[in-house]
């Protein structure tokens, strides 16, 4: 087998290398929940480049290590969807559980932990031989998912139960919980491992933790003019690597908060579409893409000016969004 | 055990491991229910009445509305509870003898129950409240939209999460005006309910600046369902008028004007585009998942007067999971505070007015099988909370802030 190989291997490499010039640009992939596709723009010319069926309410998508792989969380089909990213071909499935939304890969890149909407629960799947690992129950409507850059710990938050559920990734245990403001929607781990911030839709805030101490440092909240603070309601979050910045999108607030992420200070709104909820950088960190649900479509922030540059129209709904390089 | 045989004993040792082990993952759940710190118990009462016969009796009204509700709100507290030592449980009493249901919140309220959900007509609420004072019990409204209970009568230990009517017809109000629709037909029945409608119709016209071109009641006793289309055009002749709008809370004769008017003009109000609480066609916000776990408990759609009641026992949850305590004067000192908020699946957190008690909150616009807007609508502004602009605020109500009221 060992032998056969490397032909084969350059073969493929000889022809991808010839018919597909336009590779080198970075792509991303976008999921529009009432279409169920996903839209892929190339982040060169920022343009959609094609539009792909998968199965029913695409959500949460995320990419493995080597971006060979692409998982969908596809809602009301129940399950995790696998799709090879070169062929673009579904290749299998994970047993997510019922109603997946959201979902984290851990750092060894086979543990995916998946939040179980309608079932109050956390599937963790072994992604490599598709068995489930455990459930875990959590409360009601768990939606956000983020595993430690350090691999130990895993948060869940539950959208009605307004908790933050942290789960032991060796013991598959709800070692803590921190209750917070109403619907908390999304976490997000420091590079480090050493915080993460958690957003309170409904609540309108944006809580950052130390992991450490398991205290919430800083409780963030923000003010539009011209915007009733009700509808100020923060999903998204996205850290620059660098630890600069944080950016956190307000939902139907349409804009998205810059805010100093070592000071903790409100730097800026940026106007962005509609109904914005994730986001995602391009490698270099110098582009960030919003989806705006109601808008149907992606705005494109230059980080470095800190502006709306452009918006990209994609499919009805989109809902994550995820980028290869 | 250590005088037995070697061998026996470590086989013995064994099974008893996994018969401890069998018996701490069996218990387990068990015993932190049982060791919960705090054991909160939540009343249901619903007073049962005989419906009248209606004409448009196709699709009947569910024998358990409201009560799903409150159960399904117990669930929920408790799937967050279990993680805070709270756990909740549901008392749940409907009886066709108000003073049977007297009786029982007397039997309840002396074995310590602080917190009861009430499905019941205004009159029996208000009796029912004022033998109990605000420290004695927390009275949630999820039964009547009577406009006098928010802002005449005042009950110190009642909150109401039901809207009233008045929230309705603001909220159709404020549709209509932004449609430009101003000229009304109203078209009514001659229940009480009815006519309590057509009051809170006249209010809201006189907000907005609308005009009941004629009002119409209803006679007739002839089967609607053949005569219909000979019937009601000549029955809603009445000048020019923009929308005909309906007050037939109970559903006699509304469904038939729909399509069968003088005038080709849209049909509103308790029929047509309605303003309701709830409805199964609400699913932004993360509503399907609401609609969907009722739907798995109950196997039917959810109604206003059970998003009501589980919008109580929600409030009661929340409340309990931030004071830690389940006495009705702390519950409801928190619940009426700036600190209250619950999420609710109407796209904004929702909250206690402290004047009247009132649950803000967006009243949706539907038909039967789409949401056609949301109240309130763009553009009705208010200095403090736009929600305020549905129903009583503040200088419209008699009732003056509750939480003084409580302190005396």
Redesign the interface.
Known sequence: MKTCNPPLLAAVVTFSSLFAPLSQASIAYVSNEKDNTLSLIDLDTLEVVETIDVGQRPRGITFNKDFSKLYICASDDDTVQVMDTGSHRIIGELPSGEDPEQFALHPDDRHLYIANEDDALVTVVDAERSTVIAQIDVGVEPEGMAVSPRGDLAINTSETTSMLHWIDTRTHEVVHNTRVEQRPRHVEFTRDGSRFWASSEIGGSVVVVDVDSRQVIKTLRFQIRGVHPDKVQPVGVKLTDDGKYAFVALGPANHVAVVDARTFEVLDYLLVGRRVWHMAFNPQQTLLLTTNGVSGDISVIDVDAMKVTRSVKVGRYPWGVAVKP | MQQKGQSTASAKGSVLLCLLSCAILLFAPWSAAENAALRVQVGYLELLEEQPPLLSNVLPEPRDRGLQGARLGIA?NN??G???GQQFELLNFRSDSPNALIERLDQWVSAGVSVVVANLPAPLLSDLAQRYSTEQLLLFNAGSADNALRSQQCLANVLHTLPSRAMLTDALGQWLTQKKLRRWLVVEGARPADQEYVQSLQRTAQRYGSKIVARKRWRFDSDLRRSAQREVPLFTQAGDYDAVVVADELGDFGEFLLYNTWLPRPVVGTQGLTPVAWHRVVEQW?AA?LQ??FDRQAGRWMSSVDYAAWAAV?SVG?AV?AVGQTDAGTLRQHLLSDGF???GFK???LSYRPWNGQLRQPIALVHPRALVSQSPQEGFLHPQ???DTLGFDRPESQCQDLLAGARR
């Open positions: 929920d799937a967050g279990r993680f805070l993360g998942q969907r776990r929600r929340e999971a908020q619950l999420g796209g904004r957190k909370n736009e929600l």
